[in-house]
């Protein structure tokens, strides 16, 4: 088994600020932290390869910093961890994200072998924009599964696993054909402590570097010049009263909200 767990380095959500001018998050003098959903990804990866044996891979884009995320992946019992890291990514908005880290991720299969699962969280919190995982498996072209809940029954020889994800209805569960990409929920698994031994490894394992200088990937897809998304104005929205509760029998109800009702039916 070989899991690709696709990670991100985030401002701490508690402390971040927008600069209101630009649209951009302000991320001067904010501490930086593995990104939530995605510690539960690199989690469930382990217990997998904990039970199945095999090797789990990180990756990340970012800026030099963002090594402090993946050691931390390390330290929570990754394999190998590489950095894809270079200017032209600079203000990439989440389509040329993922381009650039689907050609991250085809170089690492390159030098580590072919990958079973792919992970990531179900969104970034400085984002929360949940499309980078869905992108890469797009280009990927391989089963996508959001909002994973539970991963189970997994048979690498039949290449199928047990997937159940949180819909807007509840939940459903799906049998997968593998390979497969799983975006997660933090309700998959709970943080394990990491042992001595993985603490200790972490700090010896080295970080490997990607760059447009030795992934096959197209500049002129890159960066902020060659993002489509563009933020037009960034504001606080204003702050909502909360509704009043309101009890007693249907009939009692029914002449409270009448006032409210009434002009909306005579619209129709």
Not at 5 to 14: E, W, Y
Not at 92 to 119: C, N, Q, W
Request: aromatic fraction near 8%.
């Amino acid at each position: 088994m070989h899991a690709l767990v696709f990670i991100k380095q985030v401002p701490d959500a508690s402390q971040v600020r927008v600069n209101y001018e630009t649209g951009t998050l302000i991320r001067e003098g904010v501490p930086a932290i593995l990104n939530p959903f995605e510690a539960h990804a690199v989690e469930e990866a382990v217990r997998l390869r904990e039970e199945y044996g095999g090797k789990v891979t990180v990756i990340t884009m970012g800026p030099p910093q963002a090594t402090e995320a993946l050691k931390e992946c390390l330290s929570r019992g990754a394999d190998k961890a590489y950095l894809l890291s270079d200017r032209v990514f600079a203000g990439s908005d989440t389509l040329a994200t993922s381009y650039a880290l689907y050609e991250g991720a085809r170089k690492v299969i390159e030098l580590e072998g072919e990958v079973d699962l792919f992970f990531a969280g179900k969104q970034a919190i400085d984002g929360d924009t949940a499309q980078t995982g869905p992108g890469i498996a797009t280009r990927f072209d391989i089963p996508l599964v959001t909002y994973l809940m539970k991963l189970d029954n997994v048979d690498f020889d039949k290449k199928q696993a047990l997937a159940t994800r949180l819909t807007e209805f509840g939940q459903e569960t799906l049998q997968v054909p593998l390979p497969a990409f799983f975006t997660v929920e933090e309700t998959l698994n709970e943080l394990s402590h990491a042992p001595l031994p993985w603490l200790i490894k972490a700090a010896k394992t080295k970080i490997e570097m990607l760059s447009s200088e030795n992934v096959n990937l197209d500049r002129e897809q890159c960066g902020l010049r060659h993002s489509p998304t563009k933020v037009k104005k960034a504001f606080t929205p204003e702050k909502r009263q909360r509704g009043e509760t309101l009890t007693g029998s249907v009939e009692e109800l029914s002449q409270k909200t009448s006032h409210i009702l009434i002009p909306f039916l005579k619209k129709d």
